[in-house]
């Protein structure tokens, strides 16, 4: 089993022993403090001898340094200071605990090379964050062949003469990280184990942190009138459910604000049944319901002080003799009816029932809704970008802006009338395909014949959910897209 970095913050001197991680510039500059020790010197020859650059995240483990009786020290890169940007700390975070992972204890010491100031409390508490979500992994199902921990813990100290007010930023950022934890391991989570009902179990877990959790089971859904949702539902042996989490960390009197989740737990396409290569991938379907999950976790582990609701539509789409059929009608909550021309579009007939359900329950200030939509959005914009739609300028800067500054990045693309009369359908209100072209965007026309005028954007995390590329913070298939994305908008807009 992976082990998750401790992290505990500190202003203590350098300790003499033990492993110790150090930081470097591209000048092979270490900090005023340390350059002038013996162990100073005795990394400058290392750093000579290897021809170390101090490129930013670039590391030099040097083993039992002679001089001193510490049994190694890492030096890590940092590149020219002046041109580390918001995202540097987290992804130096990511680098230390990759290069360190087989110490049991190791302190880092985060003083600044040259004599500038030290890292501010928020780097700092991204480092802390960047060691912990480099370390995660997935293997709870390795067993008989699981990889043997060295330690059975890891503890890290961050030292800095910033610790006190760090300290602060990191007891709050500890829960949003826990939060990108819990959303991968719910993406990760084979669908065998991991269907509606186990999901709302979990979900139902988030009221040991101060939520309230309401389960909707399919009696609740059919007294509701949520036909599209249903009729995804209805060819599987998984019951459907719906999880309706509320944090009130605002003023009572405060509208809400709300986040709806696509969790399709596995989308074999239904009737129109997907190819069988790479369906597996088809386990990850509920990563916007993920998102949302450990979107709420973080806000309520960190108290955030908003009315938040969260709530994820979760079914499983299977081909049954009970499965519903290309052709069939069905009614939507909202009353709208919508001709069915391929069951494996299924995501937005689940969103459709949570987005109207949410708008008429809650009349939150806004929706934003993440569902792993389209493939389409994987052509138009990979794995780099998550599309994002919306009927309302001002949240789509926020979201933009939330996506630049978390790193989690959003691209605009277009709804319009034009569009939107695609989805029209002979014989219906709508047909849950739009043609071949421009399927993202005609995805989105269906969802936002769902919102009513409520400000709403959709972000379709089909590309960033999973199987996205590794980066210096994520080792593992599911990112955990939109967890960091979604709190910071929350923390940016809407606190206080
Ligand atoms: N869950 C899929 C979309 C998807 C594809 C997510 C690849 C992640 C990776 C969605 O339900 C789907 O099947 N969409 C269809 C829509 C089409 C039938 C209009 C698609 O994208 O092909
Ligand atoms: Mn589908
Ligand atoms: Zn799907």
């Not at 005023?32 to 650059?53: E, P, Q, V």
């Not at 979107?295 to 519903?324: F, S, T, Y």
């Not at 399927?439 to 089909?462: C, K, M, N």
Request: aromatic share 6%.
């Amino acid at each position: 089993m992976s082990v998750i970095p401790e992290i505990s913050i500190s202003s203590a001197k350098l300790p003499q022993k033990g492993t110790l991680v150090v930081l470097c510039d591209d000048k092979a500059k270490l900090s005023s403090s340390i350059a002038n020790t013996d162990l100073g010197k005795t990394l400058k020859r290392a750093i000579a001898a290897a021809d170390f650059k101090g490129g930013f995240g670039k590391t030099l483990r040097i083993m039992v340094p002679q001089g001193t009786e510490l049994e190694q020290v890492t030096v890590v890169g940092i590149g020219k200071q002046s041109e580390m940007d918001e995202h540097s700390w987290l992804k130096l975070g990511g680098k230390i605990s990759s290069t360190v992972s087989s110490a049991a204890k190791y302190v880092v010491a985060l003083e600044l090379p040259g004599k500038d100031a030290d890292p501010k409390a928020r780097q700092i508490s991204d480092v802390a964050q960047g060691i912990q979500l480099a370390a995660y992994r997935f293997d709870r199902y390795k067993v008989a062949k699981a990889v043997k921990p060295k330690h059975k813990s890891i503890k890290v100290t961050l030292i800095s003469k910033a610790a006190t007010a760090a300290k602060k930023v990191w007891a709050e950022q500890q829960g949003v990280t826990n939060g990108v934890m819990l959303a991968r391991d719910l993406v990760n989570e084979p669908a065998n184990v991991l269907t509606p009902k186990e999901f709302a179990k979990r979900a139902g877990e988030l009221k040991k942190l101060g939520c309230q959790v309401e389960i909707l089971d399919e009696k609740a859904m059919k007294a509701l009138k949520m036909g599209a949702l249903l009729g995804v539902s209805q060819g599987s042996r998984n019951p459907p459910r719906m999880a309706i989490i509320q944090w009130k960390g605002g003023k009572p009197k405060d509208k809400p604000i709300a986040f709806v989740g696509k969790g399709v737990t596995f989308d074999t396409g239904g009737i129109s049944l997907k190819p069988a290569g790479g369906m597996e991938d088809m386990k990850g379907d509920m990563g916007g319901a993920a998102a949302v999950t450990g979107l709420m976790h973080a806000l309520a582990a960190r108290k955030a002080k908003a009315n938040v609701v969260g709530i994820i539509g979760l079914v499983e789409n299977m081909p049954d003799g009970d499965a519903q059929r290309p052709g069939d009608i069905v009614t939507s909550m909202s009353g709208q009816t919508i001709e069915i021309l391929n069951t494996d579009a299924e995501g937005r007939l689940v969103l459709a029932d949570a987005l109207w359900h949410c708008n008429k329950k809650f009349k939150p200030k806004f929706m934003v809704n993440l569902a792993t939509l389209t493939g389409a959005v994987l052509v138009a914009l990979g794995n780099h970008h998550a599309g994002l739609f919306s009927n309302d300028d001002e949240l789509s800067e926020q979201l933009a802006h939330a996506g630049l500054a978390t790193s989690e990045k959003l691209w605009r693309l277009p709804i319009g009338p034009e569009y939107d009369k695609l989805i029209d359908s002979k014989n219906a209100d709508m047909k849950n395909t739009g043609g071949r072209y421009a399927g993202s965007i005609t995805a989105a026309q269906f969802l936002h014949r769902y919102v009513g005028e409520t400000p709403w954007a959709h972000l379709d995390v089909a590309g960033t959910a999973m199987g996205s590329p590794q980066t210096d913070i994520n080792k593992s298939w599911a990112s955990g897209f939109g967890v960091r994305l979604l709190d910071r908008l929350v923390a940016d807009n809407y606190e206080k």
